[in-house]
């Protein structure tokens, strides 16, 4: 299946920030990475549809999720893009096989058995299957985190969106999980955003980078482009 | 540091201890000694023979069933508009959520004389209400309306402190998995917060039961039809004191219990904090 493509041009005002960026990207993953403040989770939220923005588009593929010029902004639960938030936000009350087939049951004409099958195969697919029954609080960063994937993944998103998703990790786990999750975002072929304040994060995961600052993309590029001629004190800093 | 300064900090720390304690167990012997007293003045055979009493039965009866309603109607329709509010951000919403609470705060008699104004036989809407000649006040009813009155508001501040210690990104996240809004009301908000809302419909329900002013002036104090339990021990002050000692004994037993229902609920509840340090737990290769 070809990745479909995910365009987003857009300007909107975040409390004092005024951001605007325009992005394309289709399978393998895009780093977003920039100062504190500098937007990068209100871009995800935009894309998201959490947040508004005042003017511009976002494409996915040949659906448009947002168009002000046509006054079309498809609602959160209808854009079909995956999400994990730094905090992975499992649902606390629920087991590990409950959080995937809560999603599931989100989807409209899945029979039971449909839900059942399918939850059995994301939870092996992330290696989660001796795990099913436990309660997500019990688990440890890196099983929160498969968990959260496996959740996202479970409905079939037709994109990616990661916050911080090695943030919550030590030195140690970040490194292994680091290894995991670069190899399995370059399998998905699905157009992925992961965002990052992280410069190791951000050269193995990214295969092209953004970067934002102050709500504006400064530079854009693979890692040796930016180490090559850094647009700004930060870039500089950031790739040495 | 020298032996003496250290000595000199050790007995400045033992003089604030002993001074703040001091003005604090004031008002915790305060406290506690009317609920003592009440206890100490009471014999067993004093209790059962207030017990006894033709006002007891009544009155209790009527409070179990009046507060049950209240509570239900409280929670049934509190539990939608807490998660309005919690969830709205604009200027209504404050004015609203103000508005829910000034019950709270002012007093009960008033709380009276505003509900006979409104919902009274000569109040604003009386000739919209009542065409019949009928009305609301004076009836069991009416003291229902009093309890919602003045108890919903409590109920309802919790449930909207509760409804927003949700974390956003676990309604965002649901949201994203194609989770219509009321199924992320129903599945992921109800759920979490339901540990706030049971507090808070227990400390609602204890403000009902323990409601009196507004109750003696919309409703009256008709034995079987409106006199709740407070008003029950109103009216056996002037008859019976062991009366009044008995169902005294009945409510604090009830209220204590209610207290520790909520103090329960409460400690069950997942609070942000612990939920943030959980989502730091030891990544598995510390294990």
Redesign the interface.
Known sequence: MVPPLLHARVTGRIGTLALGFELELSAGPLAVVGPNGAGKTSLL?ML?G?LEPESGSIELGERVLFDSARGVNV?????????V?????L???LSVRGNIE??LR??AGLTPQDVEQRTAQVLAELKLTALAERRV?A??????QRVALA??LS?R?RALLLDEPLA???V???R??RAFLAEYLSKLALPTIVVTHDAADARALGARLLVLEAGRIVQTGSWSELQANPASAFVAEFVR | MTSRLAQRLVRRQRLQRAVLGGLGGLLLVFLALPVLGLLAGTSWADFCAGLAHPLVWPALRLSLLTTLVSLVVTVVLGTPLSWTLAQAERRWARAAETLVQLPIVIPPAVAGIALLLAFGRRGIFAGWLYPAGWSVTFTTAAVVLAQIFVSAPFFVQAAVSAFRRI?P??L??????????W?VFL??AL??ASPGLAAGAILSWARALGEFGATLMFAGNLEGRTQTLPLAIYTALEADLRVAQSLSIVLIVVAVVLLLGVRAALGAA?SRAA??S??????????
């Open positions: 939220l998201l959490v609602p959160v639960e209808g854009r079909e893009l995956g999400y938030p730094q905090d992975y936000a649902f606390p009350q809560f999603a989100c989807r609080t688990l440890s960063g890196g099983e929160k959740r996202a409905v998103p919550a990790f030590d140690t786990a970040r292994q999980t | 974390e990104n676990l965002i996240v649901a949201r994203t998995l194609g989770a219509s809004p199924r599945r992921v759920p979490l997942p939920a943030a959980r989502a730091v737990a030891p990544p598995s290769g510390a294990r």
